[in-house]
């Protein structure tokens, strides 16, 4: 199997910084992303991960460790419309295209 | 340029049923993929097609089947419909070359409700 695992739903402070776990299982990887998803709207990408270390891009920032099958997304300065799901995806070998998503990590962002 | 457009955007089926969905992509992309979305499993593979072709395919019944047009638009047919088969229905969209792989771009869906 493909499992994706990440946890279910999080609470966090405005203003505080967050992280996501997701964990993967490593045979045939091929790159790891995070989509963004709010309520009733499409999942639009947040991050792009093929090689081991930090990606950075402004408030939002990714981690891969490939040996691991282990990514985390980090969240700073937490706003309150970060509200939503945040979905870890991972393109496996054997078909590029065919990516394969976690349930998604559901974020409450509190005043 | 304009975004993944699907239609129809909500549907209502009864159970033995068929519908299809359709999804035309973002101007140049040539390769869609499919998915479905339900509260309790997330987002699940159903296939891709590039060039007219199916090149991926999820573990779904054959029932749910689709087919791509010279124009890289997509449909998607699911037959005999089920209760279960109640979902947001989402097309991604991509360029289909190898490289940065994986950035999908998403329509809104079709969200699909079977009595």
């Known amino acids: 199997g493909q499992n994706i695992d990440q946890p279910t739903e999080m609470t966090a402070t405005e203003g505080a910084i967050v992280q996501i776990n997701c964990t993967y299982q490593?045979?045939?990887?091929?790159?790891l992303f995070w989509y963004q998803q709010h309520a009733g709207e499409a999942p639009t990408f947040l991050s792009y991960n093929v090689l081991d270390g930090l990606e950075e891009k402004g408030r939002f920032s990714s981690f891969l460790s490939r040996s691991k099958g282990y990514s985390y997304l980090l969240l700073k300065e937490l706003q309150m419309k970060d509200s939503a799901s945040y979905l870890c995806a991972v393109s496996f070998s054997g078909g590029y295209q065919k990516v394969t998503f976690g349930t998604g990590t559901k974020l409450q962002v509190i005043p | 340029k304009a975004g993944v457009t699907q239609t129809p955007r909500y549907l209502i089926k009864t159970r033995g049923q068929q519908v299809t969905l359709s999804c035309s992509p973002i101007s140049g992309h040539r390769s869609v993929s499919w998915y479905q979305q339900t509260p309790g499993q997330g987002l699940q593979f159903l296939f891709e097609?590039?060039?007219?072709?199916?090149?991926n395919k999820g573990n779904f019944p054959g029932r749910f089947s689709g087919r791509q047009f010279s124009n890289s638009r997509s449909e998607m047919n699911v037959s005999t419909l089920e209760l279960g088969d109640s979902a947001l229905y989402l097309c991604a969209s991509h360029t289909g070359t190898s490289g940065r792989s994986g950035e999908l771009f998403f329509g809104e869906g079709s969200r699909l409700t079977v009595l």
């Open positions: 097609y590039f060039s007219e072709t199916q090149r």
């Open positions: 490593t045979s045939g990887f091929n790159g």
